[in-house]
Nanobody
Framework: VQLQAFGGGLVQTGGSLRLSCAAE????????MGWSRQAPGKKRAFVAV????????AYADSVQGRFTISRDNAKNTVYLQMNSLEPEDTAIYYC???????????????WGQGTQVTVSS
């Protein structure tokens, strides 16, 4: 399956963005989906995960309460709603697909190309 993330951009502190991840060549229904991010000079880090049905989610402590992951299997799309954005959220955001529910990067088999989010202070 090929994943494409989009929706990034430049936003001021306190603003919101919604990222989308669309799939081609396969159905997202078959996968656990996650978002990760890589800030400048840092390793890529887990942000959020959602199970196949959408009923279970988990978040990194740094985004808990501000970000919401969701999915629309009929549209073959996963979303990341990001509210109360902070400069520390500036990163390239990646969506990924896994066969198991996990926050570990090694569990994810398919990755999108990433979309840049920049939060200005």
């Amino acid at each position: 399956v090929q994943l494409q993330a989009f929706g990034g951009g430049l936003v001021q502190t306190g603003g919101s963005l919604r990222l989308s991840c669309a799939a081609e060549g396969g159905s997202l229904n078959n996968y656990v989906m996650g978002w990760s991010r890589q800030a400048p000079g840092k390793k890529r880090a887990f942000v959020a995960v959602i199970n196949r049905g959408g009923g279970d989610t988990a978040y990194a402590d740094s985004v808990q309460g501000r970000f919401t992951i969701s999915r629309d299997n009929a549209k073959n799309t996963v979303y990341l709603q990001m509210n109360s954005l902070e400069p520390e959220d500036t990163a390239i955001y990646y969506c990924a697909a896994a066969s198991r529910y996990s926050s570990r990067e090694q569990s994810y088999n398919y990755w999108g190309q990433g979309t840049q989010v920049t939060v200005s202070s």
